[in-house]
C-alpha cells in the first residue's frame, strides 16, 4: 500500500470522527445529557451564540453550567445537524460547518422572558482539535439565521430527563 493511501484512509476516518462529534453533540443536547456534552469540548473550548441570543461561553464547564441553566425549564429541545462540510488543516486541526434545526419549547411558553417556542435554523462555524486521540470542539459560533416563534403545539409525548435515560 502506497504511503498517500495511508493518509487518505487516515482523512476520511478523521473526517467520520468530525461528523461524530457533531452527531453526538446533537444527541447529547436533544437528551439533555449535559454530563456527555462537556466531554465534546476542549477545557478551554468557546461558544458563541450570534443575534438575537447574543451569547458568548469560554470553557468546558461553563458551558456545561450554562446549558443547564438555560435548557432546565425546556420540556422539548430538538437539535438537528446536518450537511456537515470538513476541512482537515493538518493532523490535529479542523474546521466543520453544518446547519441545524432547532425545535425549543419551554414548559410555560406564555412565561415571560422564560417563555420560548420556537424552531430555529442556524449554521455552525467550528475548531475543532485533535487531543489524545480524539476530536472535540475548541470554538463553536451559531449564527442563527431563521427564526419561528409560536408554531410548536403539539403534545410531548417522552420529557427530556428521560431521554437521557438508556434503555
Known sequence: MASGDLSDIQSALD????????????NFVTRADLDRDEELFTSDAVIEIRA???TRI?????????RTGASGALELLVHTTYSPVIQLLDATHAEATSQTREM??????????LGMNVVFYSVYSDDLVKVDGEWKFARRVCQ??????????GQVCTARSALAQRR
Open 104 to 113: 425549543v419549547r419551554s414548559s410555560d411558553p406564555g412565561d415571560g422572558e
Open 144 to 153: 442563527p439565521i431563521y427564526m419561528e416563534s409560536g408554531g410548536l403545539t
Open 58 to 66: 469560554e470553557g468546558s464547564h461553563a458551558i456545561k453550567q450554562w
Open 15 to 26: 473526517q467520520l470522527a468530525i461528523v461524530n462529534v457533531l452527531h453526538r453533540y446533537s
Open 52 to 54: 438575537p441570543f447574543d
